[in-house]
């Protein structure tokens, strides 16, 4: 039985919208390095967290894309978390061998918890510096794309009365 497409595009711009209106969930995780991640610690800054795994081709090349975005916006926050954290070693080894120097986060259940279970890799989100999320979609991101994203300025909040 096919769609009918604007059936399919009304439903998308639904989706879209109410992901837009919703407010980011909260997220306090820690890296391997032991350092604590907390989105009410980054207003101000925009965040970016990228889901990836060490069997995904496309998120192997996207890294180094990523991580040379990270250097040269140190403002932005940016978080790596591997979904395929059963050996923490071997996640962390073939990290460092694939470019990835940015704060890394094992995917475990409490984290898929808090940030929920991705449904493809790679998977990017973007939070604004109001921790409004601006992004999130499956597929690669390039270090061109993360700029123009993380360039756009934010709205400020309407003042109150």
Same mark, same amino acid.
Request: with cysteine; glycine share 6%.
């Given at each position: ?5 604007? /059936?399919? /595009? ?8 109410? *992901? ?16 604590? =991640?907390? /989105?009410?610690?980054? +207003? @101000?800054?925009? #965040? ?9 081709? $496309?998120?192997? +090349? ?7 975005? +990270?250097?040269? =916006? ?16 071997? #996640? ?7 470019? =990835?120097?940015?704060? /890394? ?8 918890? +808090? ?15 109001? @921790?409004?999320?601006?992004?999130d979609r499956p ?12 360039a756009k300025p *934010?709205?400020? $909040?309407?003042?109150?009365?």
């Open positions: 039985m096919k769609t009918n497409p604007l /059936l399919r /595009l009304s439903r998308l711009a639904v989706t879209a919208f109410l *992901v837009s209106a919703l407010p980011a969930a909260a997220f306090d995780v820690t890296d391997t390095q032991g350092n604590r =991640h907390r /989105l009410a610690d980054y +207003q @101000g800054r925009w #965040v970016v967290i990228n889901f990836w795994a060490t069997w995904c081709v $496309p998120c192997i +090349q996207e890294i180094p894309e990523i991580a040379a975005f +990270q250097k040269e =916006h140190p403002r932005v926050v940016v978080i790596g978390v591997a979904m395929d954290a059963e050996n923490a070693a071997k #996640v962390k080894q073939f990290a460092k061998k694939v470019g =990835h120097d940015y704060a /890394l986060v094992l995917g475990d259940e409490p984290v898929e918890k +808090q940030l929920g279970d991705q449904r493809a890799l790679p998977t990017t989100r973007i939070y604004d510096p109001a @921790g409004k999320v601006v992004y597929g690669r991101v390039s270090k061109k794309f993360l700029e123009d994203v993380t *934010v709205a400020a $909040p309407p003042a109150k009365a």
